[in-house]
C-alpha cells in the first residue's frame, strides 16, 4: 500500500512568488494535517483538512492556504514567499474513524527554499 | 492549549547502551494520545510509540518503551540496545482524545537529537 506522498520534494522560490505543494494521503484516509519545520526546529501545525473541510488553523498568516479535493488529496498555497518561509513542509495522513491510536503517517515532504 | 517540553536538545549514547529521551506535557484534557516520532537526516517522520491517557501499562514497541507517568505529566521514551542507525532526531507528540475520533492536530515538542557512538 502506497504511503503518503508529497510533491514536488524540492524547489527553489524567490521572494514575492508563489508557491502550490501537493499531497496524496493513504488510501481511506479522509484527514490531511499540513506542518512546517524550519530547520533546526520542531514541526509547526499549519492546517488540517477533513472530508474537504478546513478543521483547523495554525498560527500561520493568511497567505498560507490550501484545500483537500473529493479524492481527498491535498494543496497547499503560500503567497509572496519570504525568506523565513524556507522550510520543509510536511504532509500527514490520518483514518479519522472508529478506534484506532490516532497516528499521524507522514510524507517525506517538500523543502523549499526561498531566495 | 497543549504543550510539549523537550528539555535535553542533544543527546549521547554508546552503541549497546539504553537512553532516555525526556518529555514533559500540559494539557487540560482529560483523554489524549501521546506519540514518540523519530527523523532520520532523510527528513522523514517515522512513528514509534503510543501511549493513551487511560492506558494504565507503559507501551512498549521492540526495543522502544514508554515511561508514562501520569501525575508528573511525564512521558519518557527509552530506548534500550541502542544501534548506529538511532542516530536521528526525535520528537515527542500529544493529541486530544486517546482513542476514538476527533483526534484533532498533533502538538510537538522541540526535539532532542539522539547520536549514537560505535
Known amino acids: 500500500e502506497a504511503g503518503v506522498t508529497q510533491s514536488p520534494t524540492h524547489l527553489i522560490k524567490t521572494r514575492g512568488q508563489q508557491v502550490t505543494l501537493r499531497c496524496s494521503p493513504i488510501s481511506g484516509h479522509t484527514s490531511v494535517y499540513w506542518y512546517q519545520q524550519a530547520l533546526g526546529l520542531g514541526l509547526q501545525f499549519l492546517l488540517w483538512?477533513?472530508?474537504?473541510?478546513?478543521?483547523n488553523r495554525g498560527n500561520f498568516p493568511p497567505r498560507f492556504s490550501g484545500r483537500q479535493f473529493p479524492n481527498y488529496s491535498s494543496e497547499l498555497n503560500v503567497n509572496a514567499l519570504e525568506l523565513e518561509d524556507s522550510a520543509l513542509y510536511l504532509c500527514a495522513s490520518r483514518l479519522d474513524r472508529g478506534y484506532n491510536t490516532g497516528e499521524l503517517f507522514f510524507g517525506e515532504g517538500s523543502r523549499l527554499t526561498v531566495l | 492549549a497543549q504543550k510539549i517540553t523537550q528539555t535535553q536538545p542533544g543527546m549521547f549514547v554508546q552503541e549497546k547502551e539504553a537512553v532516555t529521551l525526556d518529555c514533559t506535557y500540559d494539557?487540560?484534557?482529560?483523554?489524549?494520545?501521546l506519540f514518540w516520532y523519530k527523523q532520520p537526516s532523510s527528513g522523514e517522520m517515522i512513528f514509534l510509540i503510543y501511549q493513551g491517557s487511560y492506558d494504565e501499562q507503559n507501551a512498549t514497541e521492540g526495543r522502544y518503551s514508554l515511561n508514562f507517568q501520569k501525575a508528573r505529566k511525564s512521558a519518557n521514551l527509552v530506548i534500550s540496545a541502542s544501534q548506529l542507525g538511532d542516530s536521528a532526531m526525535y520528537f515527542c507528540a500529544m493529541s486530544a482524545n486517546a482513542g476514538g475520533t476527533s483526534y484533532g492536530k498533533l502538538t510537538f515538542g522541540q526535539g532532542t537529537i539522539l547520536t549514537v557512538h560505535p
Open positions: 494539557t487540560s484534557d482529560q483523554s489524549y494520545g
Open positions: 483538512y477533513d472530508e474537504g473541510e478546513e478543521r
